[in-house]
């Protein structure tokens, strides 16, 4: 295997020495001309904060996906739990709030041979080192390994808990209007005649009560196509919960007080399986926007959330329809053991 602590830059400067841990194959940090050209950062409250560091490695370690998956991470379906299972991108060596996010720039240096590519019948140049630069960035989300989000969360129901891994939450104000009818209100005040008498003239038309109800958006973060999607691509467990509130409390929200609006679906490109030659919408990865209505009205009984109606006590009750007495205005379903469960 070449050294590469006698790798030499452009400047004739001694690249580093062997570097130990961090990553599984041999490296070096590139130092460019000894004033550390290859490590840079900006952060900021406003522009974000990230961060670029440069290394050397081995030119096969890095085409046999070793360098870019362990850089990266990998998100895949484990064929023998069935559960997602993820692999952390790294972090800085420096900062470590800042994780890999994409390799912008990988070079070829030192020139060997020709020989023939991964493609069949290409011939190409073999090298002895690849010069890449990784952009470090700080997620919007929290990171755990599978060890770690087992051990803290457990498996209920041989489960895996990834709503607590991997998922953007933002909260966005929104409301409506309902329209109540003219005789649910009376006038409060007037002495009659031509003016309502109070306590007992009913106002003559309906009225619109407005209610807050915040849209709460969960972004479900590179969700692996062969675990969302079934054998038809399409992600059956997202769309049996459209339409249906939260069975039990869900990240803090009370049992009934989500609504699952229709998901969107983003697709990513995987940069291990374009090493690796994956393809099809099932090598992809998603990002899953999953947009949820968010209503919690003054309860009158236990019942909380979308299946309840105003009474003019001021509270707000549980309905269900007259005919059979037992179907509520929406379904519910558990979203901790099917909107996060693999197909």
Not at 12 to 21: D, E, P, Q, R
Not at 189 to 210: D, I, N, Q, S, Y
């Amino acid at each position: 295997m070449p050294n590469l602590i006698n790798e030499i830059d452009d400047a004739g400067i001694v690249a580093g020495h062997l570097n130990n841990g961090w990553l599984g194959v041999p490296w070096v940090e590139y130092v460019g001309k000894g004033t550390g050209d290859g490590n840079e950062n900006a952060l900021s409250y406003d522009g974000g904060n990230q961060a670029v560091y440069t290394i050397t490695c081995n030119w096969s370690d890095y085409y046999n996906f070793n360098v870019p998956q362990q850089l990266l991470g990998s998100y895949v379906k484990d064929p023998v739990t069935g559960f997602l299972s993820r692999t952390l991108p790294l972090q800085h060596p420096v900062l470590p709030g800042l994780f890999a996010s994409r390799i912008i720039s990988a070079k070829a240096r030192k020139f060997i041979t020709k020989g023939a590519g991964l493609v069949f019948g290409s011939n190409v140049g073999i090298y002895q080192f690849m010069r890449v630069s990784i952009l470090f960035t700080q997620p919007k989300y929290v990171l755990l390994s599978d060890t770690d989000l087992d051990r803290i969360y457990g498996t209920p129901g041989g489960l895996r808990q990834e709503f607590q891994r991997y998922v953007e939450l933002n909260v966005e104000p929104a409301g409506e209007f309902i329209t109540r009818n003219n005789g649910d209100w009376v006038f409060s005040e007037g002495g009659g005649g031509t003016a309502p008498t109070a306590g007992t003239t009913v106002f003559p038309a309906p009225l619109g009560m407005p209610l807050l109800k915040p849209d709460v958006v969960l972004t479900w973060k590179f969700v692996p196509g062969k675990g969302l999607l079934d054998s038809n691509n399409i992600p059956t467990n997202l769309f049996k919960c459209v339409w249906k509130v939260n069975a039990n409390a869900f990240l803090g929200y009370p049992a009934g007080t989500l609504l699952l609006y229709p998901p969107r679906i983003r697709p990513i490109e995987d940069p291990v399986f374009a090493i690796a030659g994956g393809n099809g919408p099932q090598a992809l990865v998603y990002d899953v926007s999953l947009p949820f209505k968010y209503f919690d009205p003054p309860f009158g009984v236990a019942v909380r959330g979308h299946n309840l109606a105003p009474w003019s006590d001021g509270l707000w009750y549980e309905v269900y329809d007259s005919k059979t007495m037992t179907k509520r205005i929406f379904q519910s379903i558990a979203y901790e053991s099917n909107l996060f469960k693999m197909n």
